[in-house]
């Protein structure tokens, strides 16, 4: 009997888990991986990797300014120049949709950065959309909305 009730309770608490985190598709795991790769790539500097993951067209919305690839190299990471520079992102999806080959996802980003000695940590809602060019995806727009500094 207790192995019976035991075997119930684990089912629900796993039916209760899958509900509350429903199952993703290959195509919106595969979005959220390149936009946690893309975030990666800005925490190591990595212009060349940041690039992979983005349409040559791509175009930001942040802090109330349009910018393009080219500007967030620039501002993001030609200027990043402190040796102990570090930055550590923890995204938080809360919508992934995909639909043939354009996805979008909203999610908010944490970041902690140091720089020059100084630790900020910064909080963004941010909404992508992502494009599927030869078979793998491309973030084509970002709007950024920074929701707080600290």
Same mark, same amino acid.
């Given at each position: 009997m207790f192995k019976?009730?035991s /075997?119930?309770? +684990?089912?629900? %608490?796993f039916?209760?888990l899958? @509900?509350a985190h429903?199952?993703l598709?290959r195509? @919106?795991q595969r979005? @959220? @991986?390149t936009i =946690?790769n893309?975030?990666?790539? /800005?925490?190591?500097?990595? %212009?060349?990797s940041?690039? +992979?993951? +983005? ?5 930001l919305?942040?802090y *109330?300014e349009?910018w393009?690839l080219?500007t /967030?190299?620039?501002k993001?990471?030609?200027r990043?120049?402190?040796t102990d520079?570090?930055r550590?992102n923890?995204?938080?999806f809360?919508?992934t ?5 354009t996805?979008?996802a909203?999610y ?6 140091t720089r020059? *000695?100084?630790q900020?940590?910064?909080?963004? /809602?941010?909404?992508?959309v992502?494009?599927k060019e ?9 709007? =950024?909305?920074?929701?707080?500094r +600290?």
């Amino acid at each position: 009997m207790f192995k019976r009730i035991s /075997l119930l309770l +684990s089912t629900l %608490s796993f039916l209760t888990l899958l @509900q509350a985190h429903p199952l993703l598709t290959r195509d @919106q795991q595969r979005v @959220q @991986q390149t936009i =946690s790769n893309f975030f990666e790539a /800005l925490s190591d500097r990595d %212009s060349l990797s940041l690039k +992979s993951y +983005s349409t040559p067209d791509l175009t930001l919305f942040e802090y *109330g300014e349009v910018w393009t690839l080219d500007t /967030l190299i620039r501002k993001a990471i030609s200027r990043n120049t402190a040796t102990d520079f570090k930055r550590v992102n923890t995204i938080d999806f809360i919508t992934t949709s995909v639909e043939k080959r354009t996805a979008w996802a909203t999610y908010n980003l944490h970041s902690e950065i140091t720089r020059e *000695g100084k630790q900020v940590t910064l909080h963004w /809602l941010e909404t992508v959309v992502v494009v599927k060019e030869r078979r793998k995806w491309k973030i084509k727009l970002l709007h =950024s909305t920074l929701v707080k500094r +600290s």
